[in-house]
């Protein structure tokens, strides 16, 4: 197999970028060669997103077109894609030479082997565990790097497929986690982004014993459901911190420059505990990525959560009262089943109150096996998406006034990637974010700088960190000049 090439075809969200990095090291410690166009493979791996029909389309239509351009080559359907319906792909997939859902990434050895020998196989296995290991190729940008912490869920949304794809939440070791983190600095990683369905719920569903031997924090963090903890904080000196703010501590002990990002935190269970020792650590960045979803009440209950707007109201305004300057994220979903106009009104005016400096507007898309595809008054696909255009078009306002408000500073800019100078002016660019900028979904910096600066041409390269004056916004960006 050392001659082998492979090419890695990679979709959906930060969760599956770990697998699809996973997937890289498997295959080249097997001997593969990774190439980065396909016409160059023997073997080409579709990582494929299975959350939402759209995504799920996307991927499908990948590997068919895969199959079309090169039918020597072996394909390898991977990701969420395969690992809900690889029974249903097994019979109606012929385009697909083989299957492998996401549950146990070690069984990939096995798929290729049987695939070289000319078999066909479709393998999944017990959603059981955090997959984790060898990353030797990141697919972020330079600096920056995903750290799973969680894998599956427990909060049943109505609309959502995870539970049904990744299975029930199940929370990695502490210390495999820093020992991950502190492998990544030393690799001269900056930004470490922590990343699980629902950070919030880190402790839940492990059979190891640091989180299981004294306390059920299955019962402490969902408890309160009726009763959220944005409005009771669970954590208490009865139950001690949250097993999230201990992970934090445990991040916070270690030495150096770096940034640590918290990405995806449900509302309904927010471990407030975090906040103050996330303040005596400034390398923790007050960025709060929390999917409200909604901003009526009614639909909020419809999709099975437990909080109401008015309670995640207070929820934002506690976080700024510990972070004054701190960056808000959400996630609404339009046409949710039962939503009126009144009910879209409601959560334009609930975006309008918490002000949300970025947001994702989403028109619902129903999902077989979930609570809300048999739900009655289904809302027409066209009017959820006039729903989601009328929000992005909301926020769009509220981010450029927000980001009108951040200039005039001086911010940390992590360098993305280096625009070629076609013009032939000694003005270079470069592309990177700041702290209020989280990787793929949020706005960035475009940073000016003399190309006739040897010391600004040194400084600024890919993966480096270096000051930048914000000067103007545009859009979802800010135009900045290189300071140092």
Known sequence: MTSKKFFLDQHGCAKNQVDGELIISRLLNLGFEQVLEPEAADLIVVNSCGFIESAKKESLNSLIDA?????????????????RYADIFKKELPEADGILGNGNLELLDSAVKSLFDGQRPVLKAEQKGVC???????????????????????NRCSFCAIPLIRGKLRSRNSDDIVAEIKSLLARGVFEINLIGQDLAAYGCGSDDVEFSSEKNWHEIIYRNLNSPVCK?????????????CSLIRKISALEGKFWVRLLYIHPDHFNQDILEVMKNDPRFLPYFDIPFQSGDDTIIRAMNRKG????????????????????????FLTGFPGETEASALATENFLKSIRADWSGCFPYSREEDTAADKMKRQVSAA???ERAV????????????NLKLRCGKKYDVLIEEIIENKDGTDEGLAIGRAWFEAPEVDGAFVVRYDLDSEAAVKKIVPGAVVKVLAVSASGVDIDGEFAE
């Open 67 to 83: 199959r079309a351009a090169f039918p020597d080559v072996k394909i390898l359907l991977t990701g969420c894609l395969a690992e």
């Open 308 to 331: 109401t707007s008015a309670d995640y109201i207070s929820l934002v305004e506690t976080i700024r009262s510990v972070f004054p300057e701190s960056c808000i994220r959400t996630t």
């Open 383 to 385: 009017k959820a998406k």
């Open 132 to 154: 984790c290991g060898e990353r030797r190729e990141l697919l972020s940008f330079k600096g920056s790097a995903f750290v799973k912490i969680t894998e599956g869920c427990d």
């Open 232 to 244: 009771e904080n669970n954590f208490s000196e009865a139950n001690g911190e949250s097993p999230l």
């Open 390 to 401: 009328r929000l992005e078009n909301f926020q769009a306002e509220i981010t450029a006034e």
